[in-house]
């Protein structure tokens, strides 16, 4: 299958960088720019780099606990770690690229090291965490503590 090109024509597209004071191509001010926004987040404990991407996830809520539903496709459960420490969720792993044969000439699917993470806004039952990987979707039910559901508070005269 072919794909129709669209060919732009203005100011900037006709003429070469170089003659527009830029000196270099511009992908290398773009290499640079990015360069220098991770070493910024790196100094801010970010660490792009080590942390990889966040994969696709909903957050809900219920009367009895948060569940975490997490899209982790061709994903091995041995390949995912579920952790969490007092109120942070974190749910992280690894998509290994695959041997192939041939040329690779097209990718758009993420490889690496990923990780979600999200700060829960109660007490939990840290003991009572399930995890279960179902047709590439993680969910993860973290039960509220007794304290932290709505209960009802009946009203008396004086």
Not at 39 to 63: I, K, N, V, W, Y
Not at 105 to 127: C, H, M, N, Q, W
Request: charged share 30%.
């Amino acid at each position: 299958m072919t794909l129709p090109v669209h060919r732009r024509s203005g100011p900037l597209l006709e003429h070469p960088f170089h003659t527009l004071g830029w000196g270099e191509p511009i992908a290398a001010e773009f290499g640079d720019l990015f360069e220098r926004m991770n070493r910024l987040l790196e100094a801010t404990g970010t660490e792009p780099a080590l942390r990889g991407f966040s994969p696709l996830a909903d957050l809900q809520e219920t009367d009895d606990a948060y569940v975490v539903e997490a899209e982790l496709p061709g994903i091995k459960r041995g390949d995912v770690d579920v952790e969490i420490s007092q109120r942070e969720l974190c749910i992280a792993g690894e998509y290994k690229e695959r041997e192939r044969e041939g040329v690779l000439r097209r990718s758009t699917r993420r490889t690496g090291r990923f990780e979600y993470r999200a700060l829960l806004p109660v007490d939990i039952k840290a003991d009572e965490i399930k995890a279960k990987l179902v047709d590439g979707v993680l969910t993860v039910t973290v039960p509220k503590a007794q304290a932290a559901k709505p209960r009802h508070v009946e009203i008396t005269e004086a």
